[in-house]
């Protein structure tokens, strides 16, 4: 199968490639410094993109056999408890979650062009084309990534 670089994939890669280094010169001191009362140390906002990548996987890899696709969403916080994200090591988050993004911009890059507007209802989201969820999940990276490099 041809794979075509659609916009959100080149987004992943890109913003994998440029944040990588900075990602890895943080310490691991600085990953577990307490960012506030019920907020998440910096490796559990990483986990948070972790999760994400592994569930938005399964949705753009799924969303292409189905029209439209229906998928659950999934307790974020519960997720990152179950995974003990402040436990493990920040060089290994980092590396899992470059790694993990590569195989969820190769997932989105495989989707057929006709396929993109596919309606895909997630959890008690309303439904929209897989292509809106593909710059969502980009945004959102984005959005946690700031929050990781006091950005935002």
């Not at 075509?4 to 994939?9: C, I």
């Not at 990588?20 to 506030?36: C, D, I, K």
């Not at 989707?111 to 997630?122: F, G, L, Q, Y």
């Amino acid at each position: 199968m041809l794979v075509h670089a659609n916009e959100p994939a080149v987004e992943v890669r890109q913003e994998v490639h440029a944040t990588l280094p900075r990602l890895r010169a943080l310490s691991e001191a600085r990953a577990m410094e307490p960012r506030g009362d019920g907020k998440w140390v910096r490796k559990e906002i990483l986990g948070h993109l972790l999760d994400s990548a592994a569930n938005n996987h399964q949705r753009f890899v799924r969303a292409r056999f189905a029209d439209p696709f229906v998928w659950p969403g999934y307790d974020q916080n519960a997720w990152v408890a179950a995974h003990g994200y402040r436990g493990r090591s920040w060089t290994e988050l980092v590396e899992l979650w470059a790694g993990l993004n590569g195989q969820v911009a190769a997932a989105m890059a495989s989707v057929p062009a006709d396929r993109m507007t596919t309606a895909c209802a997630i959890g008690a989201d309303p439904p929209a084309p897989l292509e809106w969820w593909m710059r969502d999940y980009v945004r959102h990276m984005r959005h946690h990534l700031a929050q990781i490099l006091d950005e935002g």
